[in-house]
Nanobody
Framework: EVQLVESGGGLVQAGEALRLSCAAS????????IAWFRQAPGKEREGVAC????????YYADSVKGRFTISSDNAKSTVYLQMNSLKPEDTAVYYC???????????????????????WGQGTQVTVSS
């Protein structure tokens, strides 16, 4: 059974940093992608960043480019989201999600579409105060 477990959320002040972790288990796919999404109250789920397991290629939403960095430790089956210079508008529940399909079935141009991902974690709350 595929499991994704997020951790690392919390309450910080604007300008501070947090690192989220997504521990993945229960699968042996060779070429997959793990993405971070976020959802604030009353807003749609938004793709934040994505990383490919095969070559480490990464993708970011414009709103977080230059501030957030996605990385992976394949030995630990864990994906990280380093979030620097946090802003109040970053406040949301953050989810990690797994797209198990190998390329070309998985399209990099659709990395930020939530319905492309079959497996999801339970989410972790990030709150940034001004």
């Amino acid at each position: 059974e595929v499991q994704l477990v997020e951790s690392g959320g919390g309450l910080v002040q604007a300008g501070e940093a947090l690192r989220l972790s997504c521990a993945a288990s229960g699968f042996s796919f060779d070429d997959y992608a793990i993405a971070w999404f976020r959802q604030a109250p009353g807003k749609e789920r938004e793709g934040v960043a994505c990383i490919s397991s095969s070559d480490g290629s990464s993708y970011y939403a414009d709103s977080v480019k230059g501030r957030f960095t996605i990385s992976s430790d394949n030995a630990k089956s864990t994906v990280y989201l380093q979030m620097n210079s946090l802003k109040p508008e970053d406040t949301a529940v953050y989810y990690c999600a797994l797209d198990w399909r190998p390329r070309p079935r998985r399209s990099s141009s659709k990395w930020n579409l939530w319905y492309e991902y079959r497996y999801w974690g339970q989410g972790t709350q990030v709150t940034v105060s001004s």
